[in-house]
């Protein structure tokens, strides 16, 4: 499979999430209804690694990659915390197409850290989607 198709099925299991999430997150602090949600993560992809390796091939990686996968795991931590805050505050249809500015994010630094070459199209596609988002998240008085 293609990156794209597993961009699009990733795209389509954060749309579940929302939904889901904004249920779940009705009754209980956003906090707490994180820490069960990464409970659920961790024991599935420990799961996916250990049943999809050979038998004692599952090593650590060097430092350097454990301290930068580390750290995109406080950042994924910190995000979903302000993700589930904002579902608890706010209408899923809404809150979701805000949390999707973090593609805008991630183009602009990965112009900035990863050096990566930024072109008109990555500028009008930026736009568009805080367009929309700003589009989304307007609601009219």
């Known amino acids: 499979m293609t990156w794209v198709i597993w961009a699009l099925l990733s795209a389509a299991f954060a749309g579940v999430t929302a939904v889901l999430a ?21 024991v599935i992809t420990w799961a996916i690694v250990l049943v999809s390796s050979p038998a ?3 090593t650590l990686p ?11 795991g406080v ?4 995000s ?3 993700y589930f805050r ?14 999707k500015l ?7 630094l990965a112009g900035i850290f990863l ?16 367009a929309g988002s700003l589009v989304l998240a307007w609601k009219p008085s």
């Open 22 to 42: 904004k249920v779940g997150v009705e009754n209980v602090n956003s906090n707490l209804a994180t820490a069960i949600r990464t409970t659920v993560v961790l």
């Open 56 to 58: 004692g091939t599952v």
């Open 62 to 72: 060097g430092r350097k990659t454990l301290i930068f996968l580390a750290l995109s």
């Open 75 to 78: 950042a994924t931590g910190l």
């Open 80 to 82: 979903w915390l302000c």
């Open 86 to 99: 904002a579902l608890q505050l706010g209408e899923a249809s809404r809150v979701a197409p805000v949390d």
């Open 102 to 108: 973090s593609v805008v994010f991630a183009i602009l």
């Open 115 to 130: 050096r990566e070459r930024l072109t008109l199209q990555h500028a009008v596609g930026g736009a568009l989607i805080v």
